[in-house]
Every structure is written in structure tokens, then in C-alpha cells.
């Protein structure tokens, strides 16, 4: 099976840019491995997109997580596209905003 093309909301574009900002802040160097590191998992996760989890706070919701310390990430796929809704850092609440753009 050929990945899926992966690609961010907006909201999820600007989640990815808070929290590596807010990392940045401390650790300049630390934020660009997060963020390496998260290219990665998603394109392992555009592998094999059924190996992700419903969300516990949103079981009724079609998206799935990957959980990524110190992130989540919610997304949903189809036959080609594994679309990124949003990111979180994992200390936060989540709220069922997060799965919508």
C-alpha cells in the first residue's frame, strides 16, 4: 500500500507553530527535533493509517490520535490523504474545537 499524502488545516498549521514557538522559547534546538521528529511520525503514520486510536474524549468523532510526547495529534484519513486537524500539547484539556478547522 502507497502512503497517504499528508496534509495540515490551518488550524493545525498554526497548533504546530505554537507549540514548537513555545519550545523554542527554552530550546532552540529541541523545538527543530520535535519537530523532525513529528515529520517522521506522520509519515510512518501516512504508512499505516489504521494503527491510530479514537480519541477517548471523542469516541463518536471519525478522527484518530497519535499520541507524541509532548504532543497529540488529531487527524483523519481517506483513500489518500491523511489530513492533520490540530495539535495539542499533551498537558492541556482537550476540547472538541480541536477537531474542527
Do not use: W
Amino acid at each position: 500500500m502507497a502512503a497517504l499524502k499528508i496534509q495540515f488545516t490551518s488550524r493545525a498549521r498554526r497548533d504546530l507553530r505554537e507549540v514548537l514557538g513555545y519550545i523554542a522559547q527554552d530550546n532552540p534546538e529541541a523545538a527543530s527535533s520535535l519537530a523532525e521528529r513529528l515529520a517522521g511520525a506522520l509519515e510512518h503514520k501516512a504508512q499505516f493509517p489504521q494503527s491510530g486510536r479514537a480519541i477517548p474524549e471523542a469516541p463518536e468523532h471519525q478522527a484518530q490520535e497519535l499520541v507524541f510526547p509532548p504532543c497529540r495529534i488529531f487527524y483523519v484519513t481517506d483513500a489518500t490523504t491523511l489530513t492533520v486537524l490540530s495539535l495539542m500539547r499533551s498537558e492541556r484539556l482537550f476540547r472538541p474545537e480541536a477537531l474542527s478547522d
